[in-house]
């Protein structure tokens, strides 16, 4: 079984870094050209990268899956759950005296993992 899903999780984690990609490119657009606030061009740049995550693995990671627009509260809620473990992370390491980027680091893992575990069984289930 792991082998099977090996090459969704791949899809899985391409999605991730162009979504990173995607966030970038809102945050700097609204903050940097448009001079909004960076809190909220980051806030609104999570909502629409989320929503390009979404758009993504459920049409190309999780494809078989049928998602539809009825399954994104439950992404959005797993995606929350990722952004609280990447939280976490750097609370954690800053706790125990380290960097906050070895929490950053080590978070990506965490999430990456728990993100597709938690996505191919609440949200694209069967």
Do not use: Q
């Not at 989320?50 to 509260?73: C, E, H, Q, V």
């Not at 800053?94 to 980027?101: F, I, T």
């Amino acid at each position: 079984m792991i082998r099977a899903e090996f090459p969704r999780f791949l899809r899985f984690c391409a999605v991730g870094v162009a979504n990173t990609g995607v966030h970038m490119l809102i945050v700097l657009t609204l903050a940097e050209l448009l001079h909004w606030p960076p809190p909220l061009a980051n806030a609104m740049a999570f909502l629409g990268a989320n929503l390009f995550s979404y758009i993504l693995n459920s049409r190309w990671t999780f494809a078989t899956m049928k998602g539809d627009a009825s399954r994104y509260p439950r992404f959005l809620a797993v995606s929350l759950v990722g952004l609280a473990i990447s939280w976490a992370s750097v609370e954690l390491a800053m706790l125990a005296g380290l960097h906050y980027l070895f929490g950053v680091v080590g978070s990506v893992l965490l999430v990456a993992v728990s993100g597709y575990i938690l996505n191919r069984l609440f949200v694209f289930r069967h």
